[in-house]
């Protein structure tokens, strides 16, 4: 499996993540090749429904998309606007920090 850059170095399993719908319907979502299931995919959640399988699925590129944009956020807003309580910087920081730290 290739590593997304983005999501090299991090506590998660790295992406891509992928969906696999069983016959029931549920979904399962995994990290591996899509094109080529196998033994070495690693299982990231199952039995997980559509609604929540894309959003679960998109989760390492969404974390790294918000790492990103706070970079781009502090250097271009003042600064009582990066930090204040409530701004998006500082609701970005702690979506963050509960997906790395939990």
Do not use: Q
């Amino acid at each position: 499996m290739t590593e997304d850059p983005k999501t090299a170095g991090a506590r998660h399993t790295p992406s891509p993540w992928h969906m696999a719908t069983g016959p029931d319907g549920l979904i399962t979502i995994f990290a591996g090749d899509a094109d080529d299931p196998g033994d070495d995919d690693e299982f990231i959640a199952g039995d997980v429904d559509e609604r929540n399988a894309c959003l679960i699925a998109a989760a390492p590129e969404l974390l790294a998309a918000a790492r990103d944009m706070l970079v781009v956020w502090e250097g271009v807003a003042h600064p009582a606007l990066a930090y204040r309580d409530g701004s998006p910087a500082a609701r970005l920081r702690a979506a963050i920090a509960k997906a790395e730290e939990g």
